[in-house]
Nanobody
Framework: QVHLVESGGGLVQVGGSLRLSCAASGRTFSNSAMGWFRQAPGKEREFVAAISRRGGVTSYADPVKGRFTISRDNAKNTVYLQMNSLKPEDTAVYYC?????????????????????WGQGTQVTVSS
């Protein structure tokens, strides 16, 4: 079991930055790939970024490449999402998720069904 709690969301102006954190409890964090997804009002949940168990592999959705950075600290059981150059279209509830799997393909990272555990989400609002 992995319990996930996101924090760091809030209201920011266009071009600003936020860093989201996701704290995990449970012994499987370091054995889990971690992902960030987001869901805007009236839209389906979409993949944002993912990181492998040891942090050696990362994956990003095209709209956030070059602006967002995912990282993890296994000693602190925490995964981060640094978001820079924020745009109004980044407004959404952001969720972190854990996939306790030994092997993930590039497609697996982007597929929500690959993840077994989800946090409650944190709201990010970018004002123009």
């Amino acid at each position: 079991q992995v319990h996930l709690v996101e924090s760091g969301g809030g209201l920011v102006q266009v071009g600003g930055s936020l860093r989201l954190s996701c704290a995990a409890s449970g012994r499987t964090f370091s054995n889990s790939a971690m992902g960030w997804f987001r869901q805007a009002p009236g839209k389906e949940r979409e993949f944002v970024a993912a990181i492998s168990r040891r942090g050696g592999v990362t994956s990003y959705a095209d709209p956030v490449k070059g602006r967002f950075t995912i990282s993890r600290d296994n000693a602190k059981n925490t995964v981060y999402l640094q978001m820079n150059s924020l745009k109004p279209e980044d407004t959404a509830v952001y969720y972190c998720a854990a996939a306790p799997r030994l092997y993930m393909t590039e497609s697996d990272y982007k597929w929500s069904d690959s993840y077994d555990y989800w946090g409650q989400g944190t709201q990010v609002t970018v004002s123009s």
